[in-house]
């Protein structure tokens, strides 16, 4: 069974750009979610998206945005990018959202 | 607002000893209780779920217990081996249940 898995692996951006990320869940699982971990600020969650709804959002800015496509496949978008956003990104997948979640391997994303 | 913490933020043992990991969570309406390892610069792997009505769950050499009256989660791991040398993190769900509130980490180094 395949895990969570993330594309890209790395990104590099310059500041003001804005970049997507894609993120494929365990087949059957309809919650997808996104983290942000920093050395400084941890583990942070982003939203949750559950059949194409997004059902939960964290306190980040509206240059962070995502949606969920029919097959569970999610995006996360950052517009405008600032170089606080260089980060690992994770995705999490669950069977409904409250049970036990799964990570992919993250996407690290280096602004300049 | 949920917050855990995790004591301590490192941790170095030889190899072979068991050892106690502690996670604490000010709010004790949690559906869920996981715990994760990651290695640097990965993605995270889940280690054991204990659901809210469970008190412990195993796994191999791991033994991880749940006190919600209390606001206290132990991650019990016998043995140590060299390649268990990671962050372990553990995280909760509450209100928001598709939310996952993350600890600072444990970084633990089995040394040989």
């Known amino acids: 069974k395949a895990g969570v898995t993330q594309t890209p692996r790395y990104l590099i951006k310059t500041r003001g750009q804005q970049v997507t990320l894609s993120c494929s869940p365990i087949?059957?699982?309809?919650?997808v979610s996104w983290y942000q971990q920093t050395p400084g600020q941890g583990l942070q969650f982003l939203f949750e998206?559950?059949?194409?709804?997004?059902?939960n959002k964290g306190n980040f800015p509206g240059r962070f945005s995502g949606r969920q496509f029919s097959n569970s496949r999610s995006e996360m978008n950052v517009s405008t990018l600032e170089l606080g956003d260089s980060a690992l990104y994770l995705c999490a997948s669950s069977v409904t959202g409250t049970t036990e979640a799964f990570f992919g391997q993250g996407t690290r994303l280096t602004v300049v | 607002k949920q917050e855990v913490t995790q004591i301590p933020a490192a941790l170095s043992v030889p190899e072979g000893e068991n050892l106690v990991l502690n996670c604490s969570f000010t709010d004790s309406a949690i559906y869920n209780l996981q715990w994760f390892r990651q290695d640097p610069g990965k993605g995270l792997t889940s280690l054991l779920l204990i659901q809210s009505s469970q008190r412990e769950q195993t796994s191999g050499r791991l033994n991880a217990s749940l006190d919600k009256s209390s606001g206290r989660s132990t991650l019990y791991i016998a043995a140590s081996q060299p390649g268990d040398s990671a962050t372990y993190l553990c995280?909760?769900?509450?209100?928001?249940?598709?939310?996952?509130?993350f600890g600072t980490g444990t970084r633990l180094q089995v040394t040989l």
């Open positions: 998206y559950f059949s194409e709804t997004q059902r």
């Open positions: 995280a909760s769900n509450t209100g928001t249940a598709s939310k996952l509130t």
């Open positions: 087949s059957g699982h309809r919650s």
